[in-house]
Protein backbone atom coordinates (compact mmCIF):
# COMPACT_ATOMS: atom_id res chain seq x y z
CA UNK A 1 0.00 0.00 0.00
CA UNK A 2 3.02 2.48 0.11
CA UNK A 3 2.22 5.63 1.66
CA UNK A 4 -1.28 4.89 1.81
CA UNK A 5 -3.21 4.82 5.07
CA UNK A 6 -6.78 3.81 3.73
CA UNK A 7 -7.79 0.20 2.48
CA UNK A 8 -11.50 -0.35 0.53
CA UNK A 9 -12.66 -3.30 -1.43
CA UNK A 10 -15.89 -1.83 -3.33
CA UNK A 11 -19.26 -3.69 -3.70
CA UNK A 12 -19.50 -3.17 -6.88
CA UNK A 13 -20.25 -5.25 -9.81
CA UNK A 14 -19.03 -5.45 -13.76
CA UNK A 15 -22.20 -5.23 -16.31
CA UNK A 16 -21.55 -6.80 -19.63
CA UNK A 17 -20.84 -4.52 -22.60
CA UNK A 18 -23.37 -2.02 -21.38
CA UNK A 19 -20.28 0.76 -22.68
CA UNK A 20 -21.17 -0.50 -26.31
CA UNK A 21 -25.08 -0.07 -26.61
CA UNK A 22 -27.22 2.73 -26.99
CA UNK A 23 -30.80 3.53 -26.90
CA UNK A 24 -32.54 2.35 -30.37
CA UNK A 25 -34.64 -0.52 -29.87
CA UNK A 26 -37.09 -2.31 -27.69
CA UNK A 27 -37.10 -6.17 -27.75
CA UNK A 28 -40.64 -6.40 -26.15
CA UNK A 29 -43.00 -4.54 -24.27
CA UNK A 30 -41.03 -4.34 -21.05
CA UNK A 31 -37.54 -4.25 -22.06
CA UNK A 32 -36.17 -0.84 -23.92
CA UNK A 33 -32.38 -0.36 -24.82
CA UNK A 34 -31.46 2.55 -23.46
CA UNK A 35 -28.21 4.37 -24.07
CA UNK A 36 -25.91 4.91 -20.38
CA UNK A 37 -24.05 8.27 -20.18
CA UNK A 38 -20.64 6.97 -18.36
CA UNK A 39 -19.04 9.26 -15.79
CA UNK A 40 -15.06 7.83 -15.42
CA UNK A 41 -15.08 7.54 -11.57
CA UNK A 42 -11.89 8.95 -9.50
CA UNK A 43 -10.78 11.54 -12.33
CA UNK A 44 -11.69 14.67 -13.34
CA UNK A 45 -10.82 16.30 -16.10
CA UNK A 46 -10.71 20.28 -17.27
CA UNK A 47 -13.99 21.64 -18.51
CA UNK A 48 -14.94 22.17 -22.12
CA UNK A 49 -17.44 25.36 -22.76
CA UNK A 50 -18.66 27.83 -25.22
CA UNK A 51 -16.86 30.83 -24.83
CA UNK A 52 -13.99 30.60 -22.29
CA UNK A 53 -12.65 33.84 -22.44
CA UNK A 54 -15.85 35.08 -21.19
CA UNK A 55 -14.78 33.18 -17.70
CA UNK A 56 -11.16 35.35 -17.41
CA UNK A 57 -12.92 39.05 -16.80
CA UNK A 58 -14.89 37.02 -13.75
CA UNK A 59 -12.41 35.20 -12.41
CA UNK A 60 -10.39 38.05 -12.09
CA UNK A 61 -13.40 40.33 -10.73
CA UNK A 62 -13.85 37.60 -7.95
CA UNK A 63 -9.55 37.44 -6.95
CA UNK A 64 -10.26 41.15 -6.18
CA UNK A 65 -13.16 40.32 -4.02
CA UNK A 66 -11.62 37.70 -2.58
CA UNK A 67 -8.94 40.30 -1.65
CA UNK A 68 -11.54 42.76 -0.47
CA UNK A 69 -12.46 40.05 2.09
CA UNK A 70 -16.56 40.38 0.12
CA UNK A 71 -16.26 36.83 -1.43
CA UNK A 72 -17.41 34.29 1.62
CA UNK A 73 -14.22 32.22 1.68
CA UNK A 74 -11.76 31.74 4.25
CA UNK A 75 -8.78 33.73 4.06
CA UNK A 76 -5.76 30.74 3.58
CA UNK A 77 -8.25 28.93 0.44
CA UNK A 78 -8.33 32.40 -0.91
CA UNK A 79 -4.73 32.88 -0.70
CA UNK A 80 -4.59 29.65 -2.89
CA UNK A 81 -6.68 30.65 -5.20
CA UNK A 82 -6.04 34.38 -5.90
CA UNK A 83 -2.82 33.74 -8.41
CA UNK A 84 -4.52 31.18 -10.73
CA UNK A 85 -7.95 33.43 -10.94
CA UNK A 86 -5.72 36.61 -11.17
CA UNK A 87 -4.01 35.08 -14.32
CA UNK A 88 -6.66 37.27 -16.64
CA UNK A 89 -6.94 34.13 -18.87
CA UNK A 90 -8.26 31.04 -16.33
CA UNK A 91 -11.79 30.60 -18.38
CA UNK A 92 -9.38 30.39 -21.67
CA UNK A 93 -6.62 27.98 -19.91
CA UNK A 94 -9.35 25.81 -18.50
CA UNK A 95 -10.67 25.37 -22.37
CA UNK A 96 -7.52 24.80 -24.03
CA UNK A 97 -6.47 22.19 -20.95
CA UNK A 98 -10.21 20.60 -21.36
CA UNK A 99 -9.60 20.28 -25.38
CA UNK A 100 -5.99 18.41 -24.57
CA UNK A 101 -7.86 16.38 -22.16
CA UNK A 102 -10.32 15.64 -24.90
CA UNK A 103 -8.11 14.37 -27.73
CA UNK A 104 -6.04 12.67 -24.95
CA UNK A 105 -8.44 10.37 -24.03
CA UNK A 106 -9.63 10.18 -27.97
CA UNK A 107 -5.70 8.69 -28.36
CA UNK A 108 -6.28 5.85 -26.16
CA UNK A 109 -9.79 4.98 -26.64
CA UNK A 110 -8.13 4.24 -30.58
CA UNK A 111 -4.74 2.93 -29.49
CA UNK A 112 -6.21 0.44 -27.04
CA UNK A 113 -9.50 -0.55 -28.78
CA UNK A 114 -8.03 -1.26 -31.77
CA UNK A 115 -7.19 -5.03 -32.11
CA UNK A 116 -3.75 -5.90 -34.13
CA UNK A 117 -6.88 -7.25 -37.01
CA UNK A 118 -8.31 -3.51 -37.21
CA UNK A 119 -11.30 -4.60 -35.22
CA UNK A 120 -13.00 -2.91 -32.55
CA UNK A 121 -12.72 -3.71 -29.28
CA UNK A 122 -15.89 -3.47 -26.97
CA UNK A 123 -15.83 -1.93 -23.33
CA UNK A 124 -15.25 -3.52 -19.97
CA UNK A 125 -17.42 -1.82 -17.56
CA UNK A 126 -16.90 -1.75 -13.73
CA UNK A 127 -19.45 0.36 -11.73
CA UNK A 128 -18.08 0.55 -7.68
CA UNK A 129 -20.67 0.88 -4.72
CA UNK A 130 -22.84 3.79 -5.81
CA UNK A 131 -23.54 2.99 -9.73
CA UNK A 132 -25.58 6.21 -10.94
CA UNK A 133 -25.02 10.23 -10.25
CA UNK A 134 -27.16 12.86 -9.37
CA UNK A 135 -27.51 13.35 -12.96
CA UNK A 136 -28.28 9.82 -13.81
CA UNK A 137 -24.74 8.68 -15.42
CA UNK A 138 -23.14 5.45 -14.56
CA UNK A 139 -20.40 5.36 -12.18
CA UNK A 140 -18.05 3.18 -13.81
CA UNK A 141 -14.15 2.74 -14.51
CA UNK A 142 -13.56 1.29 -18.32
CA UNK A 143 -10.87 -0.53 -20.43
CA UNK A 144 -10.71 -2.38 -23.49
CA UNK A 145 -12.28 -5.87 -23.09
CA UNK A 146 -9.47 -8.19 -23.12
CA UNK A 147 -10.11 -11.79 -23.34
CA UNK A 148 -8.34 -14.61 -20.95
CA UNK A 149 -5.12 -14.91 -23.33
CA UNK A 150 -4.85 -11.13 -23.62
CA UNK A 151 -5.61 -10.92 -20.24
CA UNK A 152 -2.84 -13.13 -19.12
CA UNK A 153 0.21 -11.57 -21.05
CA UNK A 154 -0.51 -8.23 -19.96
CA UNK A 155 0.66 -6.48 -16.80
CA UNK A 156 -1.60 -5.03 -14.47
CA UNK A 157 -0.65 -1.48 -15.91
CA UNK A 158 -0.64 -2.74 -19.56
CA UNK A 159 -4.39 -3.70 -18.67
CA UNK A 160 -5.64 -0.91 -16.18
CA UNK A 161 -8.53 1.49 -17.28
CA UNK A 162 -8.88 4.48 -19.07
CA UNK A 163 -9.24 6.13 -15.74
CA UNK A 164 -5.95 5.49 -15.12
CA UNK A 165 -4.71 6.46 -18.25
CA UNK A 166 -5.86 9.78 -17.92
CA UNK A 167 -4.24 10.25 -14.59
CA UNK A 168 -1.25 9.28 -15.50
CA UNK A 169 -1.26 11.19 -18.28
CA UNK A 170 -1.73 14.13 -16.54
CA UNK A 171 -4.53 15.08 -18.11
CA UNK A 172 -7.05 14.54 -15.17
CA UNK A 173 -6.35 14.49 -11.72
CA UNK A 174 -7.41 12.08 -9.07
CA UNK A 175 -11.02 12.93 -8.05
CA UNK A 176 -11.88 9.76 -5.37
CA UNK A 177 -15.49 9.94 -3.90
CA UNK A 178 -16.52 7.99 -1.34
CA UNK A 179 -17.21 5.41 -1.06
CA UNK A 180 -16.37 5.16 -4.98
CA UNK A 181 -12.79 4.03 -4.32
CA UNK A 182 -10.06 1.79 -5.98
CA UNK A 183 -9.83 -1.53 -4.84
CA UNK A 184 -6.76 -2.22 -2.83
CA UNK A 185 -4.53 -3.38 -5.85
CA UNK A 186 -5.08 -0.24 -7.92
CA UNK A 187 -5.29 2.26 -5.42
CA UNK A 188 -1.74 1.86 -4.85
CA UNK A 189 -1.09 2.24 -8.91
CA UNK A 190 -3.57 4.81 -9.02
CA UNK A 191 -2.27 7.09 -6.57
CA UNK A 192 1.25 6.31 -7.65
CA UNK A 193 0.29 7.55 -11.14
CA UNK A 194 -1.41 10.50 -9.63
CA UNK A 195 1.78 11.43 -7.54
CA UNK A 196 4.05 11.39 -10.86
CA UNK A 197 1.80 12.93 -12.76
CA UNK A 198 1.56 16.73 -10.56
CA UNK A 199 5.44 16.19 -9.97
CA UNK A 200 6.74 15.83 -13.54
CA UNK A 201 4.07 18.08 -14.50
CA UNK A 202 2.84 16.20 -17.03
CA UNK A 203 -0.50 17.12 -18.90
CA UNK A 204 -2.69 19.98 -17.28
CA UNK A 205 -0.17 19.66 -14.47
CA UNK A 206 2.73 21.74 -16.18
CA UNK A 207 0.73 24.86 -15.97
CA UNK A 208 1.90 25.40 -12.10
CA UNK A 209 -1.49 27.81 -11.75
CA UNK A 210 -3.51 25.34 -12.87
CA UNK A 211 -7.23 24.95 -11.83
CA UNK A 212 -8.39 21.49 -11.52
CA UNK A 213 -11.79 20.72 -12.90
CA UNK A 214 -13.37 20.38 -9.64
CA UNK A 215 -11.56 24.02 -8.91
CA UNK A 216 -13.43 25.65 -11.65
CA UNK A 217 -16.65 24.46 -11.40
CA UNK A 218 -16.09 25.82 -7.49
CA UNK A 219 -15.00 29.48 -8.64
CA UNK A 220 -17.87 29.54 -11.15
CA UNK A 221 -20.46 28.94 -8.45
CA UNK A 222 -18.67 31.50 -6.07
CA UNK A 223 -18.36 33.66 -8.40
CA UNK A 224 -21.91 34.29 -9.12
CA UNK A 225 -22.74 34.32 -4.88
CA UNK A 226 -20.73 36.99 -4.06
CA UNK A 227 -22.11 38.86 -7.19
CA UNK A 228 -24.93 39.42 -5.51
CA UNK A 229 -23.35 39.74 -2.12
CA UNK A 230 -21.72 43.04 -3.86
CA UNK A 231 -24.80 44.18 -5.42
CA UNK A 232 -27.07 43.88 -2.45
CA UNK A 233 -29.20 40.78 -3.33
CA UNK A 234 -29.86 38.64 0.23
CA UNK A 235 -28.33 35.46 0.02
CA UNK A 236 -29.13 32.22 2.24
CA UNK A 237 -26.18 31.14 4.56
CA UNK A 238 -26.87 27.98 2.62
CA UNK A 239 -26.34 29.50 -0.77
CA UNK A 240 -23.40 31.24 0.99
CA UNK A 241 -21.26 28.42 1.93
CA UNK A 242 -23.15 25.70 -0.72
CA UNK A 243 -20.05 26.10 -3.11
CA UNK A 244 -18.12 23.64 -1.10
CA UNK A 245 -19.52 21.02 1.12
CA UNK A 246 -17.26 17.76 0.49
CA UNK A 247 -14.86 17.10 3.39
CA UNK A 248 -11.48 16.01 2.24
CA UNK A 249 -9.57 13.31 3.54
CA UNK A 250 -5.69 13.10 2.87
CA UNK A 251 -5.23 9.31 1.79
CA UNK A 252 -1.52 9.20 2.96
CA UNK A 253 -2.30 10.24 6.56
CA UNK A 254 -5.89 9.24 7.24
CA UNK A 255 -6.42 12.68 8.47
CA UNK A 256 -9.54 14.36 7.25
CA UNK A 257 -10.34 18.20 6.65
CA UNK A 258 -12.79 20.49 6.69
CA UNK A 259 -13.85 21.17 2.87
CA UNK A 260 -12.39 24.60 2.59
CA UNK A 261 -9.10 22.88 3.65
CA UNK A 262 -8.63 20.69 1.21
CA UNK A 263 -6.21 22.87 -0.37
CA UNK A 264 -3.99 21.77 2.56
CA UNK A 265 -3.70 17.82 0.88
CA UNK A 266 -1.93 17.23 -1.90
CA UNK A 267 -3.74 16.83 -5.28
CA UNK A 268 -3.15 13.21 -5.54
CA UNK A 269 -3.82 12.50 -1.72
CA UNK A 270 -7.06 14.11 -1.93
CA UNK A 271 -10.47 12.00 -0.68
CA UNK A 272 -13.62 13.37 -1.06
CA UNK A 273 -16.66 13.06 1.31
CA UNK A 274 -20.40 14.23 1.10
CA UNK A 275 -21.85 15.47 4.12
CA UNK A 276 -23.55 12.96 5.06
CA UNK A 277 -21.22 10.28 4.02
CA UNK A 278 -18.90 11.68 6.86
CA UNK A 279 -19.64 9.73 9.80
CA UNK A 280 -19.81 6.39 7.92
CA UNK A 281 -16.35 6.73 6.56
CA UNK A 282 -15.01 7.77 9.52
CA UNK A 283 -15.38 4.67 11.46
CA UNK A 284 -14.72 2.67 8.01
CA UNK A 285 -11.32 4.09 6.69
CA UNK A 286 -10.29 5.15 10.57
CA UNK A 287 -9.79 8.43 9.33
CA UNK A 288 -8.92 11.33 12.33
CA UNK A 289 -9.63 14.73 12.62
CA UNK A 290 -6.91 17.25 11.26
Known sequence: MGDLKIFWQPAGFTLDSVGDKKLTSISDGDTPKIEVPIRMLSIDTPETF??????????????????????????????????????????????????????????????????????????????????????????????????????????????????????????????????????????PMFHDAARSAVAEGRGAWADPLVLTGYEYRMMDRLHGITEDIVNGVEVTSQRRFGWITRYCADMSTAKLHRPQDYFRVAPADRLFLWPEDVRKAVGELNLVPA
Open 50 to 187: GNPEGKDAPFVELAQWMREGRAPIDRDLAAYLIPRLETGDAGTRQEAQGNAAKGAFQRFLDERLTRPTGSIRRLFVRVSDAPFDRYGRLLAYISPDYNREERMAMTRRERATFNFNMVDSGWAATFILYPNIPNELDL
